[in-house]
């Protein structure tokens, strides 16, 4: 089986404060990818970044940067500077390839960490 | 237009009424999904499909049906809807292994009074 906990339900940060989500996985594959997805107000979902297992390398975009630690299954991601329009839902996500555990090539979600951004 | 689409957006329904929720794709892509979307409980996936004769519950799929009409097409069936089944519903697709992402529509609103 897969799980996939964002353990913080909610944050509240004033603008240009700096936040990081929390996302801890647990997969017994060895093969996997691991996802963050933003759920604006409006309802729609928006792909941020794709992680495979292979590739410890954290990743950075702009304000966004994403720390990927196998050691401890956590794929956290960072917003520097944070603004009004980063307020929205964000959901970590998980796939494995179930080569070991069956069932796999399903995206499984955490339970998401809504940010909210004040003046 | 989008690459997945979703109808109705917006949907009030009465308890027992059948109601069919549609999908349609233009990624070419075999894999098709259905999530539904609690606040607190994320995305949990209800049906999903990896191509046209091949469907298969996902973890919550009591109380829906689903019909794979062809690659592009994938709709999600309550038979007798009831009011825990309100819900914003998600469609979404993937490659064959899910490397580059899932697309998903827009959602449908649905509500069961």
């Known amino acids: ?119 | 237009d989008a690459d997945v689409t979703q109808t109705p957006r917006n949907r009030i329904t009465k308890t027992g009424k059948r109601i069919m929720l549609e999908c349609s794709q233009t990624k070419g892509h075999d894999r098709m999904y259905w999530y539904r979307q609690d606040p607190g409980l994320g995305l949990r996936l209800i049906y999903y499909s990896f191509d046209v004769k091949d469907i298969n519950k996902g973890e919550i799929s009591d109380g829906y049906s689903v019909s794979r009409q062809a690659q592009a097409k994938f709709s999600l069936s309550l038979e007798s809807a009831i009011p825990n089944q309100t819900a914003l519903y998600f469609c979404a697709t993937s490659d064959f292994q899910g490397r580059y992402g899932y697309t998903f529509g827009s959602g449908t609103r649905l509500t069961v009074v």
């Open chain 1, 1 to 119: 089986a897969q799980k996939v906990t964002q353990a913080q339900t909610e944050i509240s940060v004033v603008e240009k404060e700096d936040v990081t989500l929390d996302c801890v996985y647990e997969t017994r594959d060895t093969t996997y990818y691991l996802f963050w997805y933003k759920q604006p107000p409006s309802g729609e979902l928006v792909f941020l970044i794709r992680r495979n297992s292979f590739d410890e390398q954290n990743e950075i975009s702009g304000r966004y940067s994403w720390n990927f630690q196998k050691s401890t299954s956590s794929f956290n991601f960072t917003i520097t500077a944070s603004q009004v329009v980063d307020s929205a839902v964000y959901f970590c996500a998980l796939v494995h390839r179930g080569k070991l555990t069956g069932g796999g090539n399903k995206l499984t979600f955490g339970t998401g960490t809504q940010l909210k951004v004040e003046l």
